[in-house]
């Protein structure tokens, strides 16, 4: 049987604490930096993600996923680099 309880407060947690710290952090962001540059963040969370499922879950990671963060920072770092800002 399920633990209705601890599975609520669970969710409460994630939904709550986690998006909203979230959203915090990315709209300061937004009002600190250029748009382009906060919005980035956005395309670091699945790496992050796979980083910490490695660090935290000892989850394998695989050479089509490390393949993907290379070309994820590269996208970045080109976009960063090389993109139209309007200063």
Same mark, same amino acid.
């Given at each position: 049987?399920?633990? &209705?309880?601890?599975?609520?407060? %669970? /969710? ?6 986690? $998006?909203?710290?979230?959203? &915090?952090? &990315?709209?300061?962001?937004? #009002?600190?930096?250029? $748009?382009?540059?906060? #919005?980035?963040? /956005? ?18 990671? !695989?050479?089509? $996923? ?6 994820? /920072? ?6 960063? !680099?090389?993109?139209? #800002? %309007?200063?």
């Amino acid at each position: 049987a399920f633990d &209705y309880q601890q599975i609520l407060w %669970q /969710f409460l947690f994630v939904a709550v604490f986690v $998006t909203g710290v979230a959203y &915090y952090f &990315y709209f300061d962001a937004l #009002s600190n930096l250029d $748009t382009s540059i906060s #919005s980035m963040s /956005f395309f670091i969370k699945p790496p992050l993600a796979s980083f910490m499922c490695y660090l935290i879950l000892h989850e394998e990671i !695989k050479i089509n $996923t490390i393949l993907g963060i290379v070309i994820i /920072f590269a996208g970045v770092f080109i976009s960063m !680099k090389f993109g139209n #800002s %309007q200063k």
